[in-house]
């Protein structure tokens, strides 16, 4: 006999929609997550705590990670990649180690793929040195789980016009958007004017209370922050806190899972786990599933080798770990300063609660000789300057020209110019990030966390056409900020992978031997093993996707309803 | 080897290579630009090297070294003017006392900056025959300036003016930004719900 029907490997996106849609079924759940349980009393909106120190992410000494950077090419031609631990390069790919995962800490800037997404291949043909490939299923598969998250998550917005405006099977949002910023107004007039169409964003935020959640109270610090309202559409705000309710579901946050043993046919029959006090606690159930966000969902299958599964689960094709993708993009910025403004629009434009919710798909596929005709583009997302103080503060403390740093009187200077004189507008680009064979995740031979079980090692190769696109989406946000009167304009366009949007590594497919799960997100050698988080996205779209990520695990979680 | 040659490299050898990735470029920009979808980049700390088994909690008694020196630097860095506080009116000394007192600092990042001030003051007295307390302005701007193109001397630098601007900036709650002072002179809003005193950020686990 099993402990439990299913058993949850991971809290965040992945997660959340399969415990609930199983406990509601009357199944039995137990959610496995490595970090603790915070509720909306233990969130504040303390800089420190949430963008400062590491507080939701593991020490890196802990628990470090082993990066593989690009460095050139030797004399013969070939790539060199530079591996360093975290302390080395700068960045690691922990997002929110917690009950709810980085889904606690997100902004909430919802889009759903196009129909297009699903097929990139078909649609706008290979590119060379990318591995693209069509995905198993169609958008009108996605579309009703889409309806559902609206719905379950909770998430607000208003339908308008637009030339990429979603295909859509419900009339409109189940809640109207959140309060506006008055730049909107501008933004709006001015987009028109250009002939675009201003969007406003869907965004994963309830504007008023609905069940135990309270409504937005307009913190002004919401990406990289807690919520304390319950407002914003985390895991386990959402939906864990539900599924808990049901009496079906059991959550045990500090209990970080090193390995799934499976049998000699190959089937998962335990997690292992280490509990808070470091002991091995094991669990049995009839169904796996990890949803542990897309680096360590491939590290633990990498780790869960087997009698059936010598080189880890799933990975008989080598398959596993291969193909991670990020969003490709960059951000730009532009200064809206009060000088030249009446005191009244000053009042204004200094509001903080209220949100920016403006995007541009114009370019989503872009028709441009330039580019070489119909490509694939992107979306722009628009919104104010984080108001993180420190942060920003520690900007100020170089000269960026000469390099210098500023200190004295010409510091306060320039601290006062840049709180106290304007507010600064920014967007950011998402354009697809094209998988290769440079970009994925193994096991380090060398490198062990805490508990002594191998770590992540990460090659973060990224595709040049991405950046071509991403420039381009940025020279049009540029263009946006400059009419709307912005000065000091400007972005930078990056190859950096950002830590947050992570996904792939285990594509989904119909062919076992370039994929790791079936259509159904099924491990294809496994019977009772499933992979509900970003990882089984072949390519990503361009625009955030955790709302993919969510629908998706709502789908799986009827497919594994019927598998038990 | 000139005398100078000799603090800079000594000091060298005691930069904790965790200072230098936090405070690299990179995560400067990232910090500025990609804060909302695109999350920012957090300093990494990591022990690369085995920490000295010297304890590191700070002396107190600010008339005592380092603090002496410490705070000199705090306020050349950073005066008060006519109409906005200074290092003393954030209270910048007592908050570095706190947070390098705090659980979870690193002990390299504390002990690094706590020798600052040997160094500091090697170079002053080989410059100007004087501690670092007893130079006028003008002669402090040449020793910070010298310093600054040094690397570990730059990370020093680096790691007292960003946490001036936590004690400038974060919550009162941590003992800095006394009744809201730096919030009210750049005109910040702070966030609600503020951080109550049983949950700082060592204390939430
Ligand atoms: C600051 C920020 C802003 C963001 N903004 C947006 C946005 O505006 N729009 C958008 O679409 N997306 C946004 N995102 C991205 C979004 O949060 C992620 O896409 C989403 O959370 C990914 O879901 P996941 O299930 O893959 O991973 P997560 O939500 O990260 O969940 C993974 C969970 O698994 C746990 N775990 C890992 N390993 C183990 C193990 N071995 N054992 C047990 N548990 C384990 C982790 O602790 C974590 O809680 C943002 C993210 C951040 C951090
Ligand atoms: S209350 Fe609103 S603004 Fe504040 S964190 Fe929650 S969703 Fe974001």
């Known amino acids: 006999m099993s402990d439990f029907d299913v058993c949850v490997i991971g809290s965040g996106a992945g997660a959340g929609p399969v415990a609930l849609t199983l406990a509601e079924a009357g199944h039995s759940v137990v959610v496995l997550e490595k970090g603790p349980w915070f509720r909306e009393k233990d969130f504040f909106k303390d800089e420190l705590t949430h963008s400062l120190r590491r507080v939701y992410k593991p020490k890196l000494q802990d628990e470090p990670q082993v990066l593989e950077d690009y460095s050139g090419r030797d004399e013969n031609g070939n790539a060199i990649w530079k591996s360093q631990t975290n302390s080395e390069s700068g960045r690691d790919f922990w997002a929110g ?6 889904t606690n800490f997100m902004s909430g800037f919802f889009y759903r793929m196009k129909p297009e997404d699903f097929r990139l291949l078909a649609e706008f043909g290979s590119i060379a040195g990318a591995n693209i490939v069509d995905w198993p299923i169609g958008y009108e598969e996605l579309e009703p789980y889409y309806a559902k998250v609206e719905k379950e998550v909770g998430v607000s917005g208003r339908i308008v016009s637009h030339p990429f405006a979603d295909h859509r099977s419900t009339a409109d949002f189940p809640y109207p958007p959140t309060d506006e910023h008055f730049i909107c107004r501008l933004f709006d007039v001015v987009s028109r004017a250009m002939k675009l169409h201003p969007l406003p964003t869907p965004r994963a935020i309830l504007p008023y209370k609905a069940g135990d959640r309270r409504g937005c109270e307009y913190s002004g610090y919401c990406g990289d922050y807690g919520c304390a309202t319950g407002a914003k559409g985390s895991s386990r705000a959402a939906l864990l806190d539900r599924a808990v309710a049901t009496g079906k579901c059991e959550i045990r946050p500090h209990a970080k899972v090193y390995r799934l043993v499976s049998d000699k046919k190959g089937k998962v029959k335990t ?3 280490f509990d808070k006090t470091g002991a091995v606690q094991q669990i049995s159930a009839k169904i796996f599933v990890v949803a542990c966000q897309a680096v360590e969902t491939s590290r633990l299958l990498l780790s869960s080798t087997g009698p059936h599964h010598p080189k880890g689960l799933g990975n008989n094709h080598n398959q596993v ?7 490709t993009g960059g951000s730009g910025m532009g200064e809206f300063s009060y000088e030249k403004m009446s005191p009244r629009t000053t009042d204004l434009l200094k509001r903080q609660g209220p949100f920016v919710n403006r995007g541009l798909q114009d370019w989503y596929i872009i028709n441009d000789q330039k580019l070489g005709g119909r490509v694939k583009g992107g979306t722009l997302d628009f919104m104010m300057r984080h108001p993180n103080p420190i942060s920003r503060a520690k900007s100020e403390m170089w000269d960026w020209q000469s390099g210098k740093m500023v200190w004295g009187e010409p510091l306060k200077n320039k601290l006062e110019s840049t709180f106290t004189r304007s507010r600064y507008l920014i967007f950011e680009v998402f354009a697809d ?5 440079n970009c994925f995740v193994s096991l380090d031979p060398k490198v062990k966390d805490k508990w002594g079980t191998p770590v992540a090692r990460i090659r973060t190769g990224y595709h040049d056409h991405a950046l071509v696109v991403g420039e381009y989406l940025a020279k049009k946000g540029k263009e946006v900020l400059t009419k709307m009167g912005a000065t000091n304009v400007n972005s930078t366009i990056t190859g950096d992978p950002p830590a947050n949007l992570a996904a792939g590594g285990c594509r989904f497919g119909n062919d076992p031997q370039n994929s790791v799960l079936n259509a159904d997100c099924r491990v294809h050698n496994v019977d009772n093993l499933y992979v509900t988080d970003g990882s089984f996205m072949p390519t990503g779209g361009s625009a ?18 019927k598998n038990l | 080897m000139n005398i100078s040659r000799l603090i800079f490299n000594e ?7 965790s200072l230098v990735t936090k405070h690299s470029r990179r995560q400067f920009i990232q910090r500025l630009t990609h804060l909302s979808v695109f999350a920012a980049g957090l300093p990494v700390i990591i022990k690369t090297k085995s920490v000295r088994a010297a304890d590191c909690s700070p002396d107190l008694i600010k008339t005592n070294e380092p603090w002496q020196t410490i705070i000199a630097v705090q306020n050349h860095l950073f005066p008060a003017g006519p109409k906005s506080p200074g290092a003393i009116e954030i209270k910048a000394a007592e908050y570095l006392q706190i947070i390098l007192a705090a659980p979870d600092m690193d002990p390299e990042e504390c002990q690094f900056i706590i020798n600052g001030p040997q160094r500091i003051n090697a170079l002053a007295t080989e410059m100007y025959q004087k501690k670092f307390i007893a130079l006028e302005d003008g002669a402090r701007e040449k020793v910070l300036r010298r310093i600054e193109k040094n690397m570990a001397g730059r990370n ?3 790691s007292i003016l960003s946490y001036l601007f936590e004690a400038l900036l974060s919550d009162p709650v941590y003992g800095g930004n006394p009744a809201g002072i730096g919030w009210q002179w750049l005109n910040h809003q702070p966030g609600y719900p503020r951080p109550p005193q049983n949950k700082k950020y060592w204390m939430l686990k």
């Open chain 1, 321 to 327: 770990g291969k193909n991670l993708i990020f969003s």
């Open chain 1, 97 to 102: 180690n917690c009950v709810g995962g980085a």
């Open chain 2, 156 to 158: 020093w630098l680096i």
């Open chain 1, 433 to 437: 990030w094209l998988p290769t064979d």
């Open chain 1, 544 to 561: 955030p996707y955790t709302w993919t990520i969510y629908a998706n695990a709502f789908r799986v979680a009827d497919k594994i309803i």
């Open chain 2, 11 to 17: 000091w060298e050898n005691e930069l904790p290579l």
């Open chain 1, 271 to 273: 997690a292992e786990y």
